[in-house]
């Protein structure tokens, strides 16, 4: 990797009352998942003939996707293709993020496929189907989700290397496994750049694509969201989400471990969203405006109103926000508007895939069922869990003692 | 939906205009549309006495629900408007005819088996697909279960199994493919009593079709259904009320994969938009690599051993 390590293993009580909380919602997502398997989709969704998608698509793909972009934006983009250091902090905890939440998608998706015993099936080119959008998802999914765990090895490498106890017999293995550790870290420290690239070019074909998915079904979507530039603004807000995500996720983090916020980075990354942020509303009120599609905005009808709250709450407001020097530099305030703008992409696939999604002959609309619910709940309860084992395990955070140890050790140097 | 549809113009016409111009697409829905083995079945409704031995026909063929032919003779069911299901590949509805209200317009639904169909165009293996003859036929064994031809498809023609854990389908009429190839007519049109189903050449049943509207004006309206809508479809509709007032779908000509595919070409069939842009972070990454006034050069290239 080409950041030096300034990051160690969170040293704090792993067992709090909120992670046994965090494992009994996960708990449920398990039950579900069980039952799921056992009894079929039915028994657990509100799917039928006319919605073949819920949120597992809608939140746990799309939405997860979605969120995951900080790991291309953060930790690739910004840190090693345009090399500003100063963010490095947040460079492994976005890196984490983006290979849990790729991981829980694929785990997601694995629920709600019919036949997900089938799931290598599109990595046979005897069945490659290229017109198909959910081909290029899926194959730039699995590249880039294999990507992100080589570019986290380094991680585990520095972790282990000298530090391999194996335990009983095992032990024998120590010293090949530390050599093994060794090769890898220096080979993939040479060639890492590629990764990173590719990643970055894995990444914007598939959060593009995202929002292709639905522009096949011109006559059922509606035309607040169905625009030829779905693709591209679904790309714009994926890039708009990704530092909000990071910021979001390194204020959670220092409020839970009792550390003092990394504002110093953490401030000027906002400044940036007010940038990306404001590309991405640009580009949908523009597409509004040249479509003339604005005239459905205020017909009072139900999506009407979910493309304005999408808008107000997850675009104007944050970013309203994000504009005052207080905003930025208070972490309750801008941790309350970053999480605006999280929720507000997720309103949006939300919107997106099932709002505007209006197929005829429904007898009915769709909402989730409790299943759906809880197991998405679960889902995300799980991904915290791993992400808060992950931190005490690996070297994620930077040292706890000294909140700014980049700048600090800079100056000491 | 009246404003989705309309919508739905404009949006095209602002398509058109983007920099991935739809060309290769209606080229290729001309190539498809021309296939002179293409089958296809027209339905006259004004025919259709509403017998419900289609489908009997068809729950027999597909070894649907196995009931007997007494389960099919049940005129109760006509009074809601019933769909396609997992077990029943074709349904007949009837609707109101006020011309004359004893003799009421029935009509028989099935998959239109598209001549560019969305459900092809969406699956990602290719369990869904166009066969020589323009029958949309589907292998189980390839299939994921993603649904997301359901998602595709502009008649809302794939059901699927949600009831069964382990080996969910994709279910929809595949025009009794096996029972072409053993030479045998389409079950539904075998059965039908009266001429309300012809089964033939899709060309020839165009030509038919508007043979009948000119011979007949005064009994059709002068539109063959699945002549122009989403770029052709293999089964067409005479009738003699508008065929929204029948449960019709009010589609545009536009075949649906006309926006997906042309992206997907310039994608993959090029290959070119993803290297470029590998090369041009490539390149970024070279150009910015003195980084912010944080970096330490000595530092950035390599691995710190330590911790
Ligand atoms: S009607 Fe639907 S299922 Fe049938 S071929 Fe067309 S898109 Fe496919
Ligand atoms: S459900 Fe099956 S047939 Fe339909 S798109 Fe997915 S893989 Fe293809
Ligand atoms: S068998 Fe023929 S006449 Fe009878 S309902 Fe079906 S299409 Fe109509």
């Given at each position: ?32 998942a ?13 799917l ?21 972009a900080?790991?291309?934006t ?30 829980f ?131 714009l ?90 905003v ?6 801008l ?14 696939r ?46 994620i ?10 700048v600090?050790?800079?100056?000491e140097? | ?16 205009a ?24 027209l ?54 005819n ?6 009421p ?13 969305g ?21 189980a ?55 309300a ?28 259904y ?22 019709f ?54 691995t710190?051993?330590?911790?």
């Amino acid at each position: 990797m080409h950041e030096p390590a300034r990051a160690e293993p969170a040293r704090k009580e792993f067992w709090t009352p909120g992670v046994y909380a965090l494992i009994v919602l996960a708990g449920i997502a398990v039950v579900i998942a069980i039952y799921r398997f056992v009894y079929g989709l039915s028994a657990v969704t509100n799917l039928d003939q006319e919605y073949p998608w819920g949120i597992w698509i809608a939140l746990d793909v799309a939405t997860g996707v979605a969120l995951a972009a900080g790991g291309f934006t953060t930790a690739a983009a910004l840190t090693h293709i345009f090399h500003r250091h100063r963010y490095e902090v947040l460079v492994r905890p976005a890196l984490l993020t983006a290979m849990l939440g790729y991981t829980f998608v694929a785990l997601g998706l694995t629920v709600d496929l019919g036949r997900y015993y089938n799931m290598w099936h599109p990595l046979m080119p005897s069945m490659w189907q290229g017109n198909s959008v959910l081909f290029e998802v899926g194959m730039c999914v699995v590249i880039y989700l294999n990507v992100l765990y080589i570019e986290f090895l380094p991680i585990v490498c520095e972790r282990f290397i000298g530090a391999v106890h194996l335990p009983g017999l095992l032990a024998r293995f120590n010293q090949p496994v530390d050599s093994l550790l060794r090769f890898l870290d220096r080979t993939l420290s040479r060639v890492m750049f590629l990764f990173i690239i590719a990643g970055v070019v894995l990444s914007c074909m598939h959060q593009s694509s995202l929002g292709g998915l639905l522009l096949i079904a011109p006559y059922k979507m509606h035309p607040l969201w169905y625009t030829p530039i779905l693709p591209f603004l679904f790309l714009l807000s994926a890039i708009a989400v990704g530092f909000p995500m990071v910021i979001f996720e390194s204020l959670l983090a220092s409020k839970s471990f009792g550390r003092k916020p990394e504002m110093h980075v953490l401030t000027p990354l906002a400044r940036l969203v007010t940038l990306t942020l404001g590309i991405y509303m640009i580009a949908k009120i523009a597409d509004l405006l040249i479509r003339d599609a604005y005239v459905y905005l205020f017909d009072g009808s139900f999506e009407s109103w979910m493309f304005l709250a999408e808008m107000f709450f997850g675009g104007f407001l944050p970013m309203g926000m994000l504009l005052s020097d207080k905003v930025r530099f208070s972490p309750n305030l801008l941790l309350a508007s970053t999480t605006l703008v999280v929720l507000g992409v997720a309103f949006n696939r939300i919107n997106v895939f099932l709002v505007a999604y209006q197929p005829p002959y429904a007898q009915k609309a769709y909402f989730p069922s409790l299943g759906e619910i809880f197991f998405t709940v679960g889902m995300i309860a799980a991904l915290m869990l791993v992400y808060r084992a992950a931190v005490t395990i690996f070297p994620i955070l930077p040292p706890g003692h000294k909140p700014s140890s980049r700048v600090l050790i800079k100056q000491e140097g | 939906m009246k404003l989705n549809r309309r919508g739905f113009f404009q949006v095209m016409a602002a398509g058109t205009a983007t920099a991935l111009a739809s060309q290769p697409a209606q080229a290729s829905d001309q190539a498809q549309a021309s296939n002179p083995n293409s089958i296809g079945m027209l339905v006259d409704t004004t025919e259709c006495i509403g017998c419900r031995k289609c489908e009997f026909a068809c729950d027999m063929a597909n070894n649907l629900t196995g009931q007997p032919v007494k389960a099919f003779e049940d005129m109760k069911v006509y009074d809601r408007e019933r769909r396609m299901s997992e077990n029943a590949f074709t349904v007949v509805n009837r609707y109101a005819n006020p011309e004359d209200s004893n003799r009421p317009i029935y009509v028989k639904s099935q998959c239109m088996h598209c001549l560019k169909p969305g459900c092809t165009s969406a699956c990602l293996v290719g369990a869904l697909r166009v066969g020589d003859n323009g029958a949309v036929v589907y292998d189980a064994w390839k299939c994921l279960g993603c649904r997301y031809c359901m998602v595709a498809c502009p008649f809302q023609v794939p059901m699927y199994e949600y009831d069964d854990p382990l080996t969910p389908r994709v279910r929809k009429c595949e025009f009794c493919h096996t029972r072409l190839e053993e030479g045998k007519l389409p079950a539904c049109a075998e059965m039908c009593p009266p001429m309300a189903l012809t089964f033939g050449s899709r060309e020839e049943l165009l030509k038919l079709a508007h043979k009948k509207i000119e011979s007949n004006p005064d009994r059709y309206i002068d539109h063959v259904y699945g002549e122009k809508e989403v770029g052709g479809t293999s089964w067409l509709y005479l009738a003699s009320r508008e065929f929204e007032k029948t449960g019709f779908l009010k589609l545009g000509e536009g075949a649906v994969p006309s926006l997906t595919e042309p992206i997907q070409h310039a994608i993959f069939k090029l290959g070119l938009p993803p290297l470029a842009l590998y090369g041009l972070l490539g390149a970024m990454m070279w150009t910015y690599r003195n980084g912010d006034e944080y970096i330490d050069p000595g530092e950035s290239e390599e691995t710190d051993p330590s911790a």
